[in-house]
C-alpha cells in the first residue's frame, strides 16, 4: 500500500514536471527567419537595422526587414508574422478578429504644417479660421488627430470634396486632402492652401525645396493640448501572439531595434547608413540618401514597449482620440487595458 502511494505520488511529480516544461516549450518562439515588414517612410526607419543585418535571438531564429508601399502595409499586415503599421490599424486588425499583440509605439509622431515663407506660424489653432488646410491620409490618424485637435481647441472644420474649385468656409478651416506629401505641397506652392500637414522626412526634403517652411509642429500642439512631453503613437509593432507569449524573445528584439535608432540618430553617418539599408530592401523608397540625424529625431523614431506604463497609455491615449473622431478606423472601439490586445511583460 505504501508502495503504491509512492508511486502515486511519484507519477503526480512527473506529471506536473512534464505540465512545467511544456508550459515553458510553448512560450518559447519557434524556429524560423521571421520578418517584419514595414510601410515606406519614416516608420521604415524603425527597422533599419534589421535591414542592414539581421537580429539573431539564437542559431535557429532570426529576424529581418521587409519594406512594402505604405498602400500595401494593412493587407500585409494582417497575415505577417511581425509589421510596424498605424496605431489604428492595428486596434482594427485586433478587433476584427486578427490574432496579434502590439508589442511598442516606434514613432511617436512626425507630423508638421508648413506654409509659404511669409504666411505666419501657427500657435493656436484659432488661427486657422477662415483658412484652407491641406493634409496627407484622409482618415488616417494625421486626419483624425488634426480634427481632434480642431474640435478641442473649439475651432469648427469643413471637408471639401474638390482641390480645383475649393473656397474658404467663413470662421471655420476648410479641409482638402492628398494622398501623401508630394500631393500637398504643391496645393500650398500655389496658394489653394494657406498651410499643409505633412511628416517627415518630406518637410526637410521635398517641402524646404519648393520654399515652404515650418509653421508649426503638431507634437509640440499635441503635447500642449494634453500635457504630455512623448508626443502619440503613431506607428507600433504588432506581432502575432503566438511569438509574443515568448516575452524573452520580445525583449530582445526591442533591445535591438532600440540600438539601432541611437545609433541612426548618433550622427548623420548612422542617418545615411540607415537611409541606404532601406534602399538595399526597398529600391523605390522615399528616403532620401542625404537624410540626417536630426531628420530622423524630428521624425520621432523611438522604441516605447507596451508593457510599460507610459508606453500602454500612450497607445490607449491615440486610439481613445482617434475613435472620438472615426470610431470605424480603428474597428469600433479601443481596446481595453489589460486586454490581450496590449503586450505585457
Known sequence: MKKKSLLLIMAAVVLTAAIIVGAMACTTVPDGEYVIVAPDGAPALAIA??????????????????????????????????????????????????????IATVTHGNLYMVGLADTPEVTDLTQLEGQIVASIGQNSVPDSLFKAMLTKAGVEYVVAGDTASVTAAEGKVTL???????????????????????????VSTGAKNKGLT????????????????????????????SLAEDTAFVNALLERLAADVEEMTSGDEGAAAAAAAIKGVYEATSLPASITADIIKRSSVNIVSAATESGLDEIYSMLTTVAGVNANSIGGSVPAKGSSFYFAQ
Open 214 to 241: 515650418e509653421k508649426a509642429s503638431l507634437q509640440e500642439l499635441w503635447n500642449e493640448s494634453n500635457g504630455t512631453t512623448g508626443g502619440y503613437s503613431q506607428a507600433v509593432l504588432i506581432m502575432k501572439s
Open 49 to 102: 537595422g534589421l535591414a542592414e543585418e539581421v537580429f539573431t535571438y539564437s542559431d535557429t531564429v532570426s529576424v529581418g526587414a521587409q519594406v512594402v508601399n505604405s498602400s500595401e502595409i494593412g493587407t500585409r499586415a494582417a497575415t505577417a508574422d511581425m509589421a510596424i503599421v498605424p496605431a489604428n490599424v492595428a486596434a482594427n486588425l485586433y478587433n476584427k478578429g486578427t490574432d496579434i499583440k502590439v
Open 176 to 202: 482638402v486632402y492628398g494622398a501623401d506629401g508630394s500631393a500637398v505641397i504643391p496645393l500650398v506652392v500655389t496658394g489653394k492652401a494657406a498651410y499643409g500637414i505633412i511628416g517627415e522626412p518630406a
